[in-house]
Structures are given as C-alpha cells and as structure tokens.
C-alpha cells in the first residue's frame, strides 16, 4: 500500500506525495472517574471528518483517505500504471 510506512525511507529518494490532517485529541469523563480518549481527525484538502475512540481506527482512516486521494489523482492525469486497480 505505502512502502515509507514500512520502514525510513531512503534519503536518495523523492519526497513522496504528502498530505495534511488535523488531529484533535481530548479526554472525556463518564461514570465514576471513568475516562475516555476521543479523537477528531479532519482531512484539510476534501474537508472530510471523522471521530474516533481507538487509534486502530484513526490508523486505517488516515491510509485508507491517503490511497483514495492518490487514486484519484492519478484518474484525473490519466496515469494508469499497468497491472494496477483503476
């Protein structure tokens, strides 16, 4: 999916496509000292926001929102790689 998510990426290589998220993380109370972390991740260039209660899910969000943005990209330069989904 992102190879520089793997591991460092390679210093000789070009800066990849970046993208940018707001990230707001509070804590709200419930019950008899009962905490909770919530999280609100907006992604700045489509507007989009979402709310979240584990990081597992902010994780898959961020990933997911970064290959649906990339894709429809290369769909609008009509760059189709050979062998990859359009």
Do not use: I, N
């Amino acid at each position: 999916m992102y190879p520089y998510c793997e591991g460092k990426m390679p210093s000789d290589q070009p800066h990849p496509r970046t993208h940018l998220f707001t990230v707001r993380l509070w804590v709200e109370r419930y019950g008899d000292d009962q905490r909770e972390v919530r999280m609100q991740v907006r992604h700045v260039l489509s507007g989009e926001t979402r709310y979240f209660r584990a990081w597992s899910e902010v994780v898959a969000f961020l990933l997911a929102k970064m290959q649906s943005v990339d894709v429809e990209s290369r769909e609008e330069r009509g760059d189709h790689r050979e062998g990859e989904a359009q």
